[in-house]
């Protein structure tokens, strides 16, 4: 079965710094990858996906992802962080082919400090 | 326009009583998912449906019972709800199960529900 892991609790970071929040996945076969944000009291939205093609990928709010399948790894990030960031980020995988289950990791809360 | 909804936002109920919440999406997708929330932010899956059919079924109690009168419904039936229900509950929806399109999840703003 598939599974991500989201090996940091909390990320910190200064505005105006870069931001990066890590994701390691399991799964057979190829893996559909995806990164969403929640922020507080609201539902979860969709902020990129890596399906095929090009292991950088771009996402809304100026979010990128790169997919590393030697690394089993698609770490989210962001050149320079603004306050509004600061949110809760989830890294998902699901398989190829089988059904549209995805698989969440537990979650990164991102704190950017003014 | 709201893409899933959710109803209602929040529900506060005393333990052994039956509750609902509705979810509706007007994507065109022809799946919808229900999901739990805990205090931790976890999220687990509950139940998915494809076009009115059950396809996932995760190990919940049999209290909590969905229902999907067409595909762009799914509404979720708590019964005797117990202390530990209380979280909040996320409809979302997908276009299609299979490797042949993307599936990624629309979520609606989430129902919290607390037992008391």
């Known amino acids: 079965a598939q599974s991500v892991a989201q090996p940091e609790d909390q990320v910190n970071v200064a505005e105006g710094n870069p931001l990066t929040v890590k994701c390691t996945y399991s799964v057979s076969g190829n893996p559909y990858l995806f990164w969403y944000v929640q922020y507080p009291n609201r539902g979860l939205q969709f902020l990129l996906k890596y399906i095929t093609g090009d292991n950088l990928v771009k996402g809304s709010y100026g979010f990128e992802a790169e997919f590393n399948k030697s690394q089993t790894s698609f770490h989210l990030k962001k050149p320079s962080a603004l306050v509004s960031d600061s949110a809760l980020y989830f890294c998902?995988?699901?398989?190829?082919?089988?059904?549209?289950?995805?698989?969440f990791g537990k979650g990164n809360q991102v704190v950017v400090i003014p | 326009d709201t893409a899933v909804s959710q109803t209602p936002k929040y529900l506060v109920t005393q333990m052994g009583n039956d509750k609902s919440i509705k979810c509706e999406q007007n994507?065109?997708?022809?799946?919808m998912y229900w999901y739990k929330q805990d205090s931790k932010k976890f999220l687990k899956i509950m139940f998915s449906?494809?076009?009115?059919?059950?396809?996932i079924n995760e190990t919940v109690p049999n209290r909590f019972s969905p229902k999907s009168p067409d595909k762009a419904h799914l509404n979720l039936h708590i019964n005797s709800l117990e202390l530990g229900d209380s979280a909040v509950y996320f409809c979302a929806s997908s276009l299609g199960t299979s490797g042949s399109v993307t599936g990624e999840l629309f979520f609606g703003e989430g129902s919290r529900l607390t037992v008391l």
């Open positions: 994507l065109g997708h022809d799946t």
């Open positions: 998902a995988v699901r398989a190829l082919y089988g059904n549209n289950r995805l698989a």
């Open positions: 449906y494809n076009n009115k059919e059950l396809i």
